[in-house]
């Protein structure tokens, strides 16, 4: 990490902390893991700015709103304007600042905003990346938890014979959501590694179904 990128990470994690809850699935090792990810993704793209995506990756949760808030696909937005107040009360280079607010503001799901610059296609997918794999999956569970879903279905667990709904049952969230992720990845490197994340979740998905439903 170069003298600039390590002047300014404290600052931003600091500015991250002042605004995080008690949401353990968009904490600060949520946000320490995207930035690595986004590391990975940046060594294919050394035309990028890895200060706009650092910036980018340690506050894209500055509004951190819960999956069933009715505003919730606003909270990207909301973000991106707290943080080019803050960033340029702290003397951030006003020439980035732009670039960072876009890559915060579409980095959300919810907000189904298109990425446009290298450095938001980047912290989109490295945010995405996290909700894959091992530790995607125990941030789905912790977080349907919070809300109060079940697990899955009592006798129906994959969906075979009812529509999926994730707001009710957590096992149906790999379907109807996570799934989807790898194909909307905007980078190379970013759906390679989402497909193999991915596929790490739906063999968890079908071992679970089978004891769930008394197999082995």
Not at 54 to 62: E, Q
Not at 106 to 117: M, R, V, Y
């Amino acid at each position: 990490m170069n003298e600039t990128l390590a002047s300014w990470q404290p600052r931003l994690l600091a500015m991250a902390s002042a605004a995080a809850g008690n949401d353990g699935a968009h904490d600060a090792s949520h946000l320490h893991r995207v930035w690595r990810n986004a590391q990975l993704l940046l060594a294919d793209h050394p035309e990028a700015s890895q200060l706009v995506v650092l910036t980018a990756c340690y506050l894209h949760d500055l509004v951190n709103l819960p999956k069933n808030h009715p505003e919730r696909h606003l909270a990207s937005r909301q973000a991106a304007q707290l943080a080019r107040e803050q960033l340029a009360a702290l003397g951030y280079p006003g020439e980035l600042l732009a670039e960072v607010a876009h890559a915060i503001e579409t980095h959300s799901f919810s907000a189904a905003l298109t990425p446009e610059t290298i450095e938001a296609k980047i912290v989109q997918d490295a945010d995405r990346l996290d909700a894959l794999g091992a530790v995607g999956l125990a941030r789905m569970f912790y977080t349907a938890g919070r809300m109060g879903c079940a697990l899955a279905h009592p006798d129906d667990p994959l969906g075979a014979g009812r529509p999926l709904d994730d707001k009710a049952y957590s096992l149906d969230h790999i379907a109807v959501k996570l799934a989807t992720l790898p194909a909307t990845m905007q980078t190379v490197a970013g759906r390679k590694l989402g497909e193999q994340r991915l596929a790490a979740l739906t063999a968890f998905r079908d071992s679970f179904a089978a004891e769930w439903s008394g197999g082995h």
